[in-house]
C-alpha cells in the first residue's frame, strides 16, 4: 500500500506566492473568505491558513464531499442535486451561495468536480467553480483539465480559484 502523503498535491511556491498576494489584498480591503470544497477536500482551506500574517482574512471553511453533506452543511437543495448532478454549474453556485450564507464571510468561492477517474457518461477534470460576493452576483467558472491526474487537477483547482480570487480582491 502506498504511503497517503505522497498521494497529496503538493503546493507549489508560485501558488503559495499568489494565495498570500490574494490574502493580503483581501486584508487590505477588509475583506473575508469562505471556502466550499467537494473535489479538492479543503486544499483551499489548507493554502490560505498556511499564510501567517493574514489569517484574519480566512473565516471558515466547509468540506462538503458527499450530496448529503452538501445538503446539510451549505443548504444545496436535494432536487437540484438529483437534476443537475452534484458537478453542475447550478450546484458550484448553490454551494458558494450557501458559504456565504452560512458564514460571516465577504466572498464565498466554491468547488465541486471530478478529480479522479469518472464513471461512465462523466469527464474526469470536468471542474466547476463559483465565488459568491455579499451584496453582488455570485460568478460561475467551468474548466476542463482532461485526465491528467488526480494531483495535477486539484492543483490547477487551487490556481483557479486564485484567480477568481484574484479577480474579487482586486
Known sequence: MSDPKMNAPETTDLTATRAAHVLARACDRNLTLATAESCTGGLVAA?????EGCSHAFDRGFVAYTDTAKQELLGVDRR????????SKEVAVAMADGALMRSGADLAVSVTGYAGPAGEGREEGLVHFALARKGGPTRHRQESFGAIGREPIRQR???????MLESAVA
Open 157 to 163: 483547482c487551487l490556481e483557479t480559484v486564485l484567480d
Open 47 to 51: 493554502l490560505v491558513t498556511d499564510i
Open 80 to 87: 437540484l442535486l438529483q437534476d443537475c448532478g452534484a458537478v
